[in-house]
């Protein structure tokens, strides 16, 4: 599998519900970012966790990362249809780029 | 809050022709890339830039491809002659010193017919 796959490939929930999306990785890394993008349109930043970190939280969003399963899991509490959108890992293996995941498209339905 | 910006937002052109891609970053950040993404692929990495010159470069960024810093605030990618798989949304990105987080830019959807 290639660096940074994620699952599912797309989800679908109603709003309210809880969304959970994993990130898998190959390499060692410095650290690992969640971005979302809306259909088309740029990437926006959401959270970055640090490989010595394990949770991280930001509002309804919470990180967790287990170095040792070289995974990363984004869950979204109490969705919005505004949630909707294309999420992306990506893994920083401090050679100062991001190396992208093959993103999950999140269709939240109100 | 500021923001990255690249213009323009949409670009097409003939297969052949040379396209500047321009990107402002934010305006203390020091450390710049570009990626690509090709429709419904995943984003990827083309170039990153510090202290003016190249630091890193995939290999997808061959002799085609050229980044440039020609004043204090823009920095541009060039792509000399463009082919047919060079289509796809190009997003600048810049992060401060000392911190990993990049701040992408709303992206230039090229086209090349």
């Known amino acids: 599998s290639q660096q940074g796959e994620e699952d599912p490939q797309a989800l679908s929930i109603q709003e309210g519900e809880n969304a959970t999306m994993n990130c898998s990785y190959k390499?060692?890394?410095?650290?690992l970012q969640w971005y979302r993008q809306n259909s088309g349109r740029g990437l926006v930043h959401l959270i970055l966790?640090?490989?010595?970190?394990r949770e991280k939280h930001s509002g309804r969003l919470r990180v967790t990362l287990d170095t040792s399963k070289k995974s990363s899991s984004l869950l979204i509490t109490a969705s919005r249809a505004a949630d909707t959108a294309s999420y992306f890992c990506?893994?920083?293996?401090?050679?100062?780029?991001?190396?992208f995941g093959t993103g999950t498209r999140l269709q939240v339905f109100p | 809050e500021p923001e990255v910006t690249q213009t323009p937002s949409h670009q097409v052109t003939q297969m052949g022709q040379e396209v500047i891609l321009r990107c402002v970053p934010i305006?203390?950040?020091?450390?710049f890339y570009w990626y690509r993404q090709i429709l419904g692929q995943k984003v990827e990495f083309l170039v990153s830039?510090?202290?003016?010159?190249?630091?890193?470069k995939s290999e997808i960024f061959d002799d085609q491809f050229s980044v440039e810093r020609p004043d204090g605030s823009n920095f541009t990618l060039k792509i000399r002659s463009t082919k047919l798989e060079d289509s796809a949304m190009y997003f600048c990105?810049?992060?401060?010193?000392?911190?990993?987080?990049?701040?992408f830019g709303p992206g230039t959807r090229l086209l090349v017919l």
């Open positions: 830039f510090y202290n003016n010159e190249i630091s890193e």
């Open positions: 990105a810049s992060r401060l010193a000392g911190q990993e987080t990049q701040y």
């Open positions: 305006s203390n950040h020091l450390y």
């Open positions: 966790i640090r490989s010595n970190e």
């Open positions: 390499t060692s890394i410095n650290n």
């Open positions: 990506a893994t920083d293996d401090n050679t100062d780029k991001l190396i």
